[in-house]
């Protein structure tokens, strides 16, 4: 892996880690494909990560978006920076 690619994983670490601490649930938008083969896009609450590697949220599994996320091959997902004033 080259200098930048890992300067940029170290960053968004970083980014998720502020947004997943204890008093602070990282808010995440979540894309996957629907059962018509169009994009769709919820929001997750992310509880837990490791890094980029892995992100832990909540999901019913007999809801729309676990079964969405069964079939989809490489979702993405999309951190929202939350500002508390």
């Known amino acids: 892996m080259n200098q930048m ?8 670490a970083e980014i998720i880690k502020s947004e997943t601490t204890e ?3 990282g808010l995440c938008a979540l894309a996957l494909i ?3 083969g169009y994009p769709t896009v ?13 992100l832990t949220f909540c999901a019913g599994l ?3 978006k676990a079964k969405r996320i069964q ?3 490489a979702p993405a997902f999309a951190l929202i ?3 508390i004033t």
């Open 5 to 12: 690619n890992q300067e940029i994983i170290t960053k968004a």
């Open 71 to 73: 079939k989809t091959i």
């Open 62 to 64: 007999s809801g729309n």
């Open 81 to 83: 920076r939350q500002t």
């Open 34 to 36: 629907d059962e018509d």
């Open 42 to 54: 919820s929001t997750v609450t992310i509880a837990t990560a490791d890094g980029i590697k892995e």
């Open 23 to 25: 008093w602070r649930e």
